[in-house]
């Protein structure tokens, strides 16, 4: 059974710290390129971060030098560490993994308050 299950979410305020993370099973984790996604309330979900099976890493604008994507092959675990919160981080966060099927993770929601 294809899973990938996210952890880490919560409250944070405005500047504070939080590390996602994403057990993923039933995929072989190391050939897979994964990533992070999130959706704000009312908006489209975008992209984060996407780190491939090499490790070379990929992020958006409004989140580089902010947060930092890695993955753990042993683990079958990728990460997200979020730094220097903004309340406009705030979204419903996805775990996403790709190489010949698609997967997606069901979701963790990070709430920062200013």
């Known amino acids: 059974q294809v899973q990938l299950v996210e952890s880490g979410g919560g409250l944070v305020q405005a500047g504070g710290s939080l590390r996602l993370s994403c057990a993923a099973s039933?995929?072989?984790?190391?050939?897979?390129?994964m990533g992070w996604y999130r959706q704000a309330p009312g908006k489209q979900r975008e992209l984060v971060a996407t780190i491939t099976s090499g490790g070379t890493t990929n992020y958006a604008d409004s989140v580089k030098s902010r947060f930092t994507i890695s993955r753990d092959n042993a683990k079958n675990t990728v990460y997200l560490q979020m730094n220097s919160l903004k309340p406009e981080d705030t979204a419903v966060y996805y775990c996403?993994?790709?190489?010949?099927?698609?997967?997606w993770g069901q979701g963790t929601l990070v709430t920062v308050s200013s």
């Open positions: 039933g995929i072989s984790f190391g050939r897979y390129t």
């Open positions: 996403w993994g790709r190489n010949y099927l698609e997967v």
